[in-house]
Structures are given as C-alpha cells and as structure tokens.
C-alpha cells in the first residue's frame, strides 16, 4: 500500500482556506443540515475551548491520534446523503 501524502494536514483550516483563495482554487464552505446536531459539534466546542486555553493543543492531539493503531476492520455505519 501507498502512504498517503497530506501535506496541509498540520494547518489549521483557516490557513487552508487562506491558501485556497491565494491559489485561486475552488473552496466552498457548505454546511451539512444535519450539522447543528450532530456531535461532532460538542467536540469541536471543547476543542475550541481547550485550544484557547493552550494553543498547542489540537496539534498534540492530532500527533498523538497518528501514534494509535487501528484495527483492519472498523465497523461504521452508512453514511446518508447531505
């Protein structure tokens, strides 16, 4: 298997959005409807949260979640269309 190169994956989303509209590049910013309730949303509030108290914490996070195995097989559910 091939790695796959992220090569924005250290950027805040900000900066890729920056990046984007420098480049030119198409960006579009659409909320999914189901969005408001999900709770993806209560995570990001607390990253937020955390992020403002430390500023590295999302990116020890993010490094430390690379350092974790995962199994072959994830059980998921289906995704529904937006």
Do not use: Q, W
Not at 45 to 51: G, P, Q, T, Y
């Amino acid at each position: 298997a091939v790695p796959r190169c992220k090569p924005l994956r250290h950027a805040y989303e900000k900066e890729i959005v920056l990046y984007a509209h420098f480049k030119g590049l198409d960006y579009f910013s659409t909320e999914c409807v189901y969005a408001p309730h999900a709770y993806r949303g209560h995570a990001r509030s607390l990253l937020k949260d955390l992020e403002a108290t430390r500023a590295s914490t999302v990116a020890a996070l993010g490094h430390s979640g690379r350092r974790l195995a995962v199994a072959a097989e994830v059980a998921t559910k289906t995704l529904g269309a937006c």
